[in-house]
């Protein structure tokens, strides 16, 4: 599925987990996928709609720190969001060696812990497009 070619950059309110009894509720379920920067948390229910949630702890730096993992991870799935499956939503929680992680590193971890929790259309190791 191709991505609308007028996207907005910043991923919308309706593509957000914000509530905090969702954030425990995919806790409660206890799915979850470790990654070298992130810990991704899959919630299924009746009202997960494929929604995002971040939570960046105290642990992983300042509020400037916190702040930074946040975005870098909402960007990421917004970039992302076309490429990935099923219906249930995502808490990515940022784990601190996420805040000195270069961007091709940080990517790469993402499309893994993505695809070993089966949410990816397309594994890493799958090429885009044929070779010629």
């Excluded at 975005?71 to 808490?91: A, C, K, N, P, V």
């Amino acid at each position: 599925m191709q991505p609308p070619t007028n996207r907005r950059y910043t991923l919308p309110a309706r593509l957000r987990v914000k509530r905090a009894a969702l954030f425990q509720e995919a806790y409660s379920q206890g799915r979850k996928t470790v990654g070298r920067f992130v810990v991704l948390w899959l919630r299924s229910g009746e009202d997960a709609a494929g929604r995002l949630g971040v939570v960046a702890s105290r642990k992983v730096g300042n509020s400037v720190a916190r702040s930074r993992a946040k975005r870098r991870m909402r960007e990421w799935f917004r970039l992302h969001q076309y490429d990935l499956t099923g219906s249930e939503d995502m808490i990515l929680v940022a784990r601190r060696s996420l805040v000195k992680a270069s961007q091709p590193d940080l990517d790469a971890d993402l499309l893994d812990v993505f695809s070993r929790a089966a949410r990816l259309q397309c594994p890493p190791e799958c090429p885009k497009s044929p070779p010629d």
